[in-house]
């Protein structure tokens, strides 16, 4: 089975900063990729699918970019509300494997 | 409203049986797979497995498989997930969602099993 991994699995970056999460597979997958968000004690919130389509109603802040095995997130800007948990997941076939997260915080 | 409404908070004791369901609603239920997912505390998100409820066509993780039934009844708009015998370990917060990838989330349903 294809395995999903993040990196890094936690930052901590200032307000206003870029910051960039990387997911790589060990297969290619295409752009059967997608992120979700998922704030403390909330529930997980889609926010690209298909590599770097944005879901409707997520900030433009939020990119999404990669094709075959590597893939990144980006926030162009970090704000408050974005400290939450990161999670990439496959769905080209097979176990729709999640990467392993990673946890965004304020400095 | 389009929604995934998930059963309510369970306590069960090691060896007991479950089953937790999941209810669609707003939207084509027999048009979408529904997958669960798997949350364990302070832990990061495991796909379970899924069911298309229009033929009930399923799909395990194979760290599932074996472990945990996923039905559905599409005429009531409603997939399941059960265990014929828990264990401590399946103490877990409990999510389905709609789709190859996952647009829309039910609240999630605690299971927890202690004796």
């Known amino acids: 089975d294809i395995q999903m991994t993040q990196s890094p699995s936690s930052l901590s970056a200032s307000v206003g900063d870029r910051v960039t999460i990387t997911c790589r597979a060990s297969q290619g997958i295409s752009n059967y990729l997608a992120w979700y968000q998922q704030k403390p004690g909330k529930v997980p919130k889609l926010l690209i699918f298909a590599a770097s389509t944005l879901q409707s109603g997520v900030p433009s802040r939020f990119s999404g970019s990669g094709s075959g095995t590597d893939f990144t997130l980006t926030i162009s800007s970090l704000q408050p509300e974005d400290v939450a948990t990161y999670y990439c997941?496959?769905?080209?076939?097979?176990?729709?494997?999640f990467g392993q997260g990673t946890k965004v915080e304020i400095k | 409203e389009v929604q995934l409404v998930q059963s309510g908070a369970e306590v069960k004791k090691p060896g007991e049986s479950l089953k937790i369901s999941c209810k669609g609603s707003g939207y084509s239920f027999t048009s979408y797979w529904i997958g669960w997912v798997r949350q364990m505390p302070g832990k990061g998100l495991e796909w379970m497995g899924m069911?298309?409820?229009?033929?009930?066509?399923?799909r395990y993780s194979p760290s599932f498989q074996g472990q945990v039934t996923i039905s559905a009844d599409k005429s009531i708009s409603t997939v399941y997930l059960q265990w014929s015998s828990l264990k401590a370990s399946d103490t877990a917060m409990y999510y389905c969602?709609?789709?190859?990838?996952?647009?829309?989330w039910g609240r999630g349903t605690l299971v927890t099993v202690s004796s």
């Open positions: 997941q496959k769905y080209n076939s097979g176990p729709r494997t």
């Open positions: 969602a709609r789709g190859w990838y996952f647009d829309l």
């Open positions: 069911i298309y409820p229009g033929d009930s066509e399923t």
